[in-house]
């Protein structure tokens, strides 16, 4: 079998490299020349755990091939479905800008030669297919071409720095088609990743498009909502923690993204969320809950600021801040939306300074935030003679520091976790003033003990 990626960001790198590991030719595609230059050298444009040696591995394997030309990649070669992965970056009224989805489509339509299943899998609100399906029409015509082919909507699920995994070993395969033949072709495909029972689940187009927003929207509403209960029992003199583990057990709630922090990031729920609000809004439905979830978010990226500011009683400027984790989650390098920057960007403008380390991301932050902040060579170098420690990404190499270590290092044993992944009894022990998120003060802890 074989089949074209087209767009080599990290969707479209994921798809392709895991579809050539089970055994299909795939061509991955993108017009920028120096990424697919890098890409033939095995040099990714993004760092994701296990990526690199699958996608040299299939290299080598000649199953995986990267081109500019989309052309030769289509004609005439058996080609049987080709997948839309560009960007839809949000336009400034949040919603999703299909340029780019749009111009993939009308190359495919100027050059296809047989029939072919035309997938979009970037996040695409819902009509797209129904725009790509047009825009392909429309160039056959041009050409006065008669070739049959369909479009599908194929959500990717993909979680950063789990992607490969959730590739091979998805909990479902959403796809939306309108034709046998097309669902013929896309049950063939996914058909080796169905191996540990989770379904492939066929459905209209509009209904795909609109399950990976709503997935998406769901997910970041169950933080947001976490968030605000933490807030909440801290006011109370509640531990979220314990609140968490006693509704998480309810399997009608479940265990997983409940974990309150300092707002969701990242390249998917801030843009998915904006997007759906604005389609209800186009077609004159108000996302009541979702604006919320989005208000609650934007506030929680402030609250461990709010914290710092609060400790040294509004006196920031000069003092040096340590802080652990820039990426927006662990196990990847990507900034976009990160809390981290809100914060950076807060203390910057009140004259304090920070000092941060980032097991991967420390490349990617030297291009996002230049020399505007100091960057250690590890975490303990962070630290030296830092007025507070502030955890913002709870990556596993920060979960067990020495705190000995950590203690004679800094100024000021002040730690803000920011994730809730240290013990607040044990830090409190060990001579250090501690916050996390939604916990108990420790003024409160000692009033209800005495
Ligand atoms: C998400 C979806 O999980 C994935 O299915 C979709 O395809 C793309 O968007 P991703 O953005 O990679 O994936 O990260 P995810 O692990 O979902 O975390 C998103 C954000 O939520 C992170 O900022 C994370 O710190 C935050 N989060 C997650 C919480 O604050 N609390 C939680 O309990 C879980």
């Known amino acids: 079998m074989r089949i074209a990626v087209v767009g080599t960001g990290y969707v479209g790198l994921v798809t392709g490299t895991c579809f050539a590991e089970v055994g299909i030719d795939v061509t991955c595609i993108d017009i920028d020349e120096q990424k697919i230059e890098n890409l033939k050298k095995g040099i990714l444009p993004i760092y994701e755990p296990g990526l690199k040696e699958m996608v040299l591995r299939n290299t080598q394997k000649e199953r995986l091939s990267f081109s500019t030309d989309l052309a030769s990649s289509i004609q005439g070669c058996g080609c049987e479905a080709a997948f839309i992965a560009v960007g839809t970056p949000p336009g400034e009224d949040g919603s999703a800008d299909l340029k780019y989805v749009l111009a993939v489509a009308r190359e495919i339509g100027r050059n296809m030669t047989d029939y072919m299943v035309v997938v979009t899998k970037s ?80 459905m209209d187009i509009p209904s795909a498009e609109m399950t990976k927003y709503a997935a998406n929207a769901m997910l970041a509403t169950k933080i947001s909502f976490m968030n605000d209960i933490a807030n909440l029992c801290e006011i109370m003199g509640a531990d979220v923690n314990m609140v968490r583990k006693g509704i998480g057990s309810d399997a009608r709630i479940g265990n997983k993204f409940i974990y309150p922090g300092i707002g969701y990031g990242g390249s998917c729920f801030p843009k998915d969320v904006k997007a759906l609000i604005r389609t209800a809004a186009e077609n004159g439905y108000r996302m009541r809950v979702l604006q919320s979830v989005e208000e609650v978010n934007e506030s929680q990226k402030e609250v461990l600021f709010n914290k710092i500011d609060t400790h040294f009683k509004g006196d920031l400027a000069g003092r040096t801040f340590a802080l652990w984790g820039l990426s927006f989650k662990p196990k990847t390098d990507d900034m976009r939306e990160a809390p981290s920057l809100v914060i950076i960007q807060k203390l910057l403008e009140r004259g304090a300074k920070v000092r941060a380390y980032d097991p991967v991301a420390m490349e990617e932050a030297r291009r996002v935030l230049g020399e505007t902040i100091e960057y250690g060579k590890d975490e303990y170098e962070a630290l030296i003679d830092a007025d507070a420690l502030l955890l913002v990404t709870e990556w596993p190499e920060f979960r067990s520091p020495n705190f000995n270590v950590v203690s004679k290092l800094m100024k000021e044993r002040v730690v803000f976790d920011g994730r809730n992944i240290y013990d607040a009894a044990d830090l409190r022990e060990k001579g250090f003033t501690y916050y996390g998120i939604g916990l108990k003060q420790k003024e409160q802890q000692l009033k209800e003990t005495v």
């Open 123 to 202: 996040t695409v609100p819902v009509g797209t297919a129904q725009k790509v399906r047009q825009a392909i029409e429309e160039e056959l015509e041009a050409r006065g071409a008669d070739i049959d082919f369909d479009v599908a909507s194929n959500p990717e699920f993909l979680k950063e720095g789990a992607a490969i995994e959730d590739f091979l070993k998805p909990d479902r395969i959403v796809v939306g088609v309108a034709s046998e033949r097309a669902e013929k072709v896309m049950n063939k495909l996914y058909k080796p990743f169905l191996m540990n029972g989770h379904p492939l689940i066929f």
